[in-house]
């Protein structure tokens, strides 16, 4: 019997939501030259998949974060997932932008939480960490308690479990890379071939393909 984890990551192979590549690597943002892509945004484009998500991602908070008073989705890309969630638990909603507007009231958290309130922190994807614990900090600093966080997919770097640990957050998701790997070997989306760069390239992606 398949896990969550390989269930999900099928779905998101299927939609072409993740893209691997390995002697046709993608640029990141970052600059990092990497054999993988993932968009969970494309999730959105088709019903079913979009209620999986919610339904799963609701479930994973009401069983590990059942305190939660408030659902806060991390900007752009898990603001509407944040938003169908909240929904489904009937929470306030909030989402948090990566840095405040330049114009109007100069918000950094768009919606609104009262202090003392108990967050769950919705992100779509984790590479380092970086974007997804700034969130948590703004929401930190507005005077709330963080509970934990929910993701769709993690590449699960050394460097994120590391920044997790140190802000003391507790992560949860849906699938991961070994998830994903798996998956695409098994359907030969990838060749066993593949793996071993691909592996490779998780370990130090910093400096991979330099």
Not at 32 to 52: G, H, I, V
Not at 113 to 135: H, W, Y
């Amino acid at each position: 019997m398949k896990t969550l984890e390989n269930i999900f990551a099928a779905k998101l192979l299927n939609v072409k939501a993740i893209k691997l590549q390995p002697t046709n690597p993608f640029t990141w943002a970052s600059g990092w030259k990497s054999p993988f892509y993932c968009d969970n945004r494309k999730t959105l484009s088709y019903a079913d998949l979009r209620s999986f998500v919610k339904i799963e991602l609701t479930r994973l908070i009401l069983e590990n974060f059942p305190e939660a008073e408030a659902v806060a989705g991390v900007a752009t890309g898990a603001i509407a997932q944040g938003a169908l969630v909240a929904d489904a638990l009937n929470l306030p909603f909030v989402y948090v932008r990566s840095k405040p507007k330049d114009h109007g009231l100069e918000n950094l958290i768009e919606g609104e939480l009262k202090p003392g309130m108990k967050v769950v922190v919705v992100e779509d994807l984790i590479s380092t960490g970086g974007s997804s614990l700034k969130a948590v900090e703004a929401i930190r600093k507005n005077g709330c308690e963080v509970v934990g966080m929910v993701a769709s997919y993690t590449y699960g770097f050394d460097v994120a479990k590391k920044a997790f640990e140190d802000a003391n957050v507790k992560l949860i998701t849906l699938t991961n890379y070994e998830a994903v790997v798996s998956e695409a070997l098994s359907t030969g989306y990838i060749q066993s071939s593949d793996v071993e760069l691909l592996h490779s390239w998780r370990k130090d992606p910093a400096n991979w393909g330099i």
